[in-house]
């Protein structure tokens, strides 16, 4: 399988991250006694059919997975990684508003990416232990038509008594370390009132804040 290399094009490297954090959304379903691997392997069976369904608009389709998608995610441990130390800088009121804006922004950023759906299909290649109890869901997507496959991997971890996401690792990319370089800058350069503000700004015009994936881990 072709691996991504430091002359691999932006809009190819963009393209695998896409398609990553698509796969992402479609990591839902009821997690309730199930393994990291049975959680994300579930997922073609929930949202497959509605990316395929042809009377469903694009806003209907993005809407239901958005559904999904929030309830395979842990953003409260997602938001806690991607702002690290800087995390005990905001308020209580601060860490909440900027969740929920951080939740959103996903949803801006990668709902778009629906229509991209091309017959992809997910084949789980195992797991690993990590630290702190997390287990890390090995993939690749399928991509056929003679395109590269994308190696890509879920972190999960427990909370009441159910596997969440807290991070999608695309060709070694991670989301949440890609998200932590560039709020790290915002925060020290304006605290995290002008982080907040940005998300906003950037949610109410549909723009994205995501870094460009780069090569490597």
């Known amino acids: 399988m072709k691996r991504f290399t430091r002359t691999t094009s932006r809009a190819t490297r963009s393209s695998a991250w896409a398609a990553g954090l698509l796969v992402l959304a479609l990591a839902g379903a009821?997690?309730?006694?199930?393994?990291?691997?049975?959680?994300?392997?579930?997922?073609?069976?929930?949202?497959?059919?509605?990316?395929q369904d042809k009377n469903l608009g694009t806003d209907q389709k993005r809407e239901r997975i958005e559904q999904i998608a929030y309830q395979a995610m842990d953003f409260n441990t997602i938001s806690k990684l991607v702002l690290a130390r800087n995390w005990t800088k905001f308020?209580?009121?601060?860490?909440?508003?900027?969740?929920?804006?951080?939740?959103?922004?996903?949803?801006?950023?990668?709902?778009?990416?629906?229509?991209?759906?091309?017959?992809?299909?997910?084949?789980?290649?195992?797991?690993?232990?990590?630290?702190?109890?997390?287990?890390?869901?090995?993939?690749?997507?399928?991509?056929?038509?003679?395109?590269?496959?994308?190696?890509?991997?879920?972190?999960?971890?427990?909370?009441?008594?159910?596997?969440?996401?807290?991070?999608?690792?695309?060709?070694?990319?991670?989301?949440?370390?890609?998200?932590?370089?560039?709020?790290?800058?915002?925060?020290?350069?304006g605290g995290p009132d002008r982080l907040i503000t940005l998300l906003k700004e950037k949610n109410a015009s549909g723009e994205t804040l995501v870094p460009t994936p780069h090569s490597g881990g």
Do not use: C
Request: aromatic letters at 6%; zero cysteines; charged letters at 25%.
């Open 30 to 51: 009821r997690a309730e006694d199930r393994t990291p691997s049975q959680v994300v392997d579930g997922l073609a069976n929930q949202v497959v059919p509605i990316l």
């Open 91 to 189: 308020s209580s009121s601060q860490q909440g508003e900027f969740e929920a804006e951080f939740k959103r922004h996903l949803s801006v950023t990668y709902g778009r990416n629906v229509e991209s759906y091309n017959n992809e299909r997910v084949q789980i290649l195992g797991d690993r232990q990590e630290g702190r109890g997390d287990v890390t869901v090995l993939t690749k997507i399928l991509r056929g038509g003679g395109n590269a496959d994308v190696v890509v991997d879920y972190r999960l971890r427990q909370r009441d008594g159910q596997w969440k996401i807290i991070d999608v690792i695309v060709e070694g990319v991670s989301m949440v370390s890609n998200f932590r370089s560039q709020f790290q800058d915002i925060v020290s350069n």
